[in-house]
């Protein structure tokens, strides 16, 4: 069982940056992919980026490539999503994700958990 905590979330002017983490207990955070979504207020959940076991590859959507980066530090069981030059259309919910053995590509269908999300405003 992995329970997955974000934090990090908060009100930003357009342009500004922030750092969402997301810290996993239990010993298989090390062995999961893990993702990154938002929802925005009336739309569907959506795909922001993912990050392999080991790290070393990543896969972003169109609307963040450039902007947002994902990193992780398994000796701290965390995962990063750090968001520069945010857009007012960035406001959403943040929520990460958690796979076992998962792939960055193609983006998986299902996940094994869930955070329970942090709130992302950026005012224009």
């Known amino acids: 069982q992995v329970q997955l905590v974000e934090s990090g979330g908060g009100l930003v002017q357009a342009g500004g940056t922030l750092r969402l983490s997301c810290t996993g207990s239990?010993?298989?955070?090390?062995?999961?992919?893990m993702y990154w979504f938002r929802q925005a207020p009336g739309k569907e959940r959506e795909f922001v980026g993912g990050?392999?076991?080991?790290?070393?590859?990543?896969n972003y959507a169109d609307s963040v490539k450039g902007r947002f980066t994902i990193s992780r530090d398994n000796a701290k069981n965390t995962v990063y999503l750090q968001m520069n030059m945010l857009k007012p259309e960035d406001t959403a919910v943040y929520y990460c994700?958690?796979?076992?053995?998962?792939?960055?590509?193609?983006?998986?269908?299902?996940?094994?958990?869930w955070g329970q999300g942090t709130q992302v405003i950026v005012s224009a």
């Open positions: 239990g010993r298989s955070f090390s062995r999961s992919a």
């Open positions: 990050i392999t076991m080991s790290g070393g590859r990543t």
């Open positions: 994700a958690a796979r076992g053995f998962g792939e960055v590509i193609p983006i998986p269908n299902d996940y094994d958990y």
